[in-house]
């Protein structure tokens, strides 16, 4: 398993899930210009099996001074096979949090994405009521530096 500087064409390779990937976010209409940013940010990647087959693509950007958030896009491989790329993501995770005091995420309300990020450290802060595009509820979640607990 490899973990890699995203490339636009990593997304359009990947299998994502239905639902989980741009358009989950409501940006159908400005795909490029995102996969655009998310490649020259240089802040997000593209996490691969020994066969070079997409198993997630997440980053992080910049909410403000010690903040960000991160986003995660994984794929019907990531399905299948979650512990590798958990232990990856817990490295990279870390890593945000030694250069910011709080990583947050929001993710669909869904028990295997809750519980995925649940297992990387986020703690569950509040319900995001009819957040996404679909009307669906989202789990509002984070990482706080001890200093900041």
Not at 82 to 110: D, F, I, T
Request: with cysteine; aromatic share 10%.
């Amino acid at each position: 398993m490899r973990l890699e500087s995203f490339k636009a064409i990593d997304y359009v390779l990947a299998d994502i899930l239905p639902g989980r990937g741009f358009e989950d976010w409501g940006l159908s209409s400005g795909v490029v210009a995102m996969l655009r940013y998310m490649e020259d940010a240089n802040t997000f990647w593209t996490v691969r099996d020994d066969e070079g087959t997409v198993l997630l693509i997440g980053g992080w950007h910049r909410v403000w001074n010690g903040v960000c958030e991160v986003s995660i896009f994984p794929t019907t491989h990531f399905i299948k096979r979650p512990v590798g790329v958990l232990l990856r993501l817990k490295k990279v995770l870390k890593a945000l949090l030694r250069g910011h005091r709080r990583v947050q995420l929001n993710c669909r309300q869904e028990e295997r994405f809750v519980q995925f990020a649940l297992r990387l450290g986020f703690q569950v802060e509040g319900t995001l009521r009819n957040f996404g595009h679909d009307g669906s509820d989202h789990i509002m979640m984070s990482l706080v530096g001890d200093s900041h607990a």
